[in-house]
């Protein structure tokens, strides 16, 4: 199918159509956080606690800071690491599930047996404890997360390794020379990539919702405002100033939604079966 077609095909699914423009609505609002963000997010003002208002569209905290400024810079967090963990996940899981589907036997075991390890492992309490001992930081909670999210993608792919490593095409190959690197990467990977992209979005949606937790539990960065951050912020005035939790909570919330949303979409166009005619 052209890409005319399978946009043509995405867009019958009008949830994960109008998903997807949120989707980019929430990174252009991150990419262009300064210009949009009526004030320094970290500017202190006189009006403290002060309700969703003309001027202050979402309210301020305790110390007047605007909150609408603080949700919209705190959108730049949670999407970077979705992207960049997810990044990571997919290019450790498609490398192993290729190795593991491809070659089969004792190196199939090993990496199948490491593969489940990993998968059985509470994720959230793993981070927790990887995150406690190595010290906060963007860079180490995107190191953490994407290591933790490859299991899915890598048992995909070894599937779809064990389907097409029989296929015509691929024996073709072997018998006209080509080595075991090109027969992965050139005849079966692009082949096996598809169901792959799917599981991508839940690991998006798996890692904002991972950082969150790690954020309002204080193992966040400490230099960068995120929706996890003002959570946890926001805990100890929820009885007086509920707009402190509503609106970090609604976007973390619109966010995972839109991306579940739109892997469905995703799965809608790239599944033969699922496609409607």
Not at 45 to 69: A, E, F
Request: with cysteine.
């Amino acid at each position: 199918m052209s890409w005319r077609q399978l946009w043509q095909q995405f867009r019958r699914n009008r949830a994960a159509e109008w998903s997807l423009y949120l989707i980019i609505g929430f990174i252009l609002a991150a990419a262009l956080a300064y210009p949009l963000s009526p004030y320094d997010p970290f500017a202190l003002g006189n009006d403290t606690l002060t309700p969703p208002r003309v001027g202050h569209w979402m309210g301020t905290d305790d110390l007047g800071r605007d909150t609408l400024s603080r949700v919209i810079h705190g959108s730049r967090v949670p999407l970077l690491v979705g992207f960049l963990a997810t990044a990571a996940s997919m290019a450790l899981g498609i490398l192993i599930g290729a190795l593991s589907g491809y070659f089969g036997g004792r190196t199939d075991v090993i990496l199948m047996r490491v593969t489940e390890y990993v998968l059985v492992v509470p994720r959230f309490f793993l981070a927790l404890l990887v995150i406690a001992m190595l010290g906060t930081g963007i860079g180490k909670i995107i190191l953490v997360i994407g290591i933790l999210g490859w299991p899915e993608v890598a048992r995909v792919v070894r599937a779809q390794f064990l389907t097409f490593r029989e296929r015509e095409f691929v024996i073709a190959a072997r018998a006209i020379g080509a080595s075991h690197r090109k027969v992965i990467f050139r005849e079966i990977l692009p082949n096996a990539i598809p169901p792959a992209v799917v599981v991508a979005s839940i690991l998006v949606a798996r890692a904002i919702l991972l950082e969150a937790g790690l954020s309002f539990l204080g193992l966040g960065d400490p230099n960068l405002i995120s929706w996890g951050s003002l959570l946890s912020e926001a805990q100890e005035r929820l009885g007086v100033s509920v707009w402190l939790a509503l609106f970090p909570g609604l976007a973390i919330s619109l966010l995972v939604l839109c991306i579940n949303l739109f892997g469905d979409g995703i799965n809608d166009v790239l599944n033969p079966k699922l496609r409607k005619k």
